[in-house]
C-alpha cells in the first residue's frame, strides 16, 4: 500500500483534458469503491481550477452511482454563469459512459463586507490520549466520543482534525473530504449495539447527497473542529448536518448530508 497521505495529494493533482475538463486518479484502497469525500474533494478542485479568480461558496453533489476505483475519474465543468463578483457552474463526474456524480457549484470573488455569527464557543482541543483512528483520513484527528461503540448515545459527535502543512488551496479539498466520513456514524450513535463500523453486515448504507458551503477561507492544517448531528432517520434514510470550526470559534464551512440506510434482518 502506498503512502496514504501523499496518495491522497496526489488525487488532488488533477490534470487538463480539454477545454473545462479534467482528470485525476483514485485513492489506492483496500476496496474496490472511490470515497465519496475524495470525489468531493476532486470537484472543489475543478471548480477552482476553471475559474481561478473566484472560490467555491457552494458545492451540492449527487451520487448515482458508486466509482470504480480502478479507473479514474473525468470532471466536466459546464460554466452557467460568470459574472464579475458570481459565477454558477455544472459538474460531472464520469467513469467511462457512467456518472458517479453531479455537482452544482457556485462561486463568489472575494469581497468585504459586514460580518456576524451566533453559535456556541468551542471547547478546548481533546489532549493526545483522545486521538481516533479514522482509516479513510490520513491526519491526525481527536474525539472524546468512540464512534466505534456500540453503546446507545446521542445523535451528535464533535471530531478535532488537522493536516500536515499544505498550500492554501487544499484547505476546502481536504476538508470537504472529511466531512463525508462520520456523519452516518453520528446518526447510528443511538441505535444500540450498532455502529458505523456494521456496514455492509448489520446494515446496508451509501451516501446519496452532500453539500457543503463555504463561509470563510478554510485551513486544514490548524485545528479546527467538525461539529455534527442528525436530526432524522426515516424512510430508509439518514440525514445529517455539521459545522466546521476554528480552534479560535469561527465557524468557517457548513455541510449536510443524505444517505441509504436500510438495516438487515
Keep these: 500500500m502506498p503512502d496514504m497521505w501523499k496518495d491522497l ?3 488532488l493533482d488533477l490534470e487538463p483534458v480539454e477545454a473545462a475538463a479534467y482528470e485525476g486518479p483514485n485513492q489506492t484502497l483496500e476496496y474496490h469503491r472511490v470515497f465519496g469525500g475524495q470525489i468531493l474533494g476532486q470537484l472543489l478542485v475543478a471548480a477552482r481550477l476553471a475559474f481561478p479568480e473566484k472560490s467555491v461558496k457552494s458545492l451540492h453533489t449527487v451520487f448515482p452511482r458508486e466509482g470504480k476505483s480502478d479507473t479514474p ?12 463578483s458570481f459565477a454558477t457552474a455544472a459538474i460531472t463526474a464520469r467513469q467511462g459512459e457512467q456518472v458517479v456524480a453531479s455537482a452544482v457549484v457556485s462561486l463568489h470573488a472575494p469581497e468585504e463586507g459586514a460580518e456576524r455569527q451566533s453559535l456556541p464557543g468551542v471547547g478546548a482541543l481533546p ?5 481516533r483512528d479514522f482509516g479513510l483520513i490520513p491526519w491526525e484527528t481527536r474525539a472524546v466520543d468512540d464512534l466505534d461503540s456500540t453503546e446507545a448515545g446521542p ?5 478535532w482534525l488537522r493536516t500536515p502543512e499544505v498550500s492554501p488551496e487544499l484547505g476546502a479539498p481536504l476538508t470537504a473530504y472529511a466531512t463525508d466520513l462520520t456523519l452516518i456514524g453520528t446518526a447510528l450513535r443511538p441505535e444500540e ?6 456496514n455492509g453486515t448489520q446494515f446496508l ?9 463555504f463561509h470563510r477561507p478554510v485551513r486544514s492544517d490548524a485545528w479546527q473542529v467538525l461539529r455534527q448531528h442528525s436530526p432524522i432517520l426515516a424512510g430508509g ?3 445529517g448536518r455539521g459545522d466546521v470550526i476554528t480552534e479560535s470559534g469561527e465557524l468557517v464551512a457548513s455541510y449536510a448530508q443524505e444517505a441509504l440506510f436500510r438495516q438487515r434482518s
Excluded: M
Excluded at 155 to 159: I, K, N
Excluded at 205 to 213: E, F, G, K, P, R
Design 155 to 159: 445523535p451528535a459527535y464533535e471530531l
Design 73 to 84: 475519474i473525468r470532471y466536466e465543468v459546464q460554466p452557467q454563469h460568470e459574472g464579475r
Design 237 to 239: 434514510r439518514i440525514f
Design 9 to 11: 495529494l496526489a488525487t
Design 193 to 198: 449495539g450498532i455502529s458505523h463500523v456494521g
Design 127 to 131: 489532549g493526545p490520549e483522545h486521538r
Design 205 to 213: 448504507s451509501a451516501v446519496t447527497s452532500h453539500t457543503l458551503w
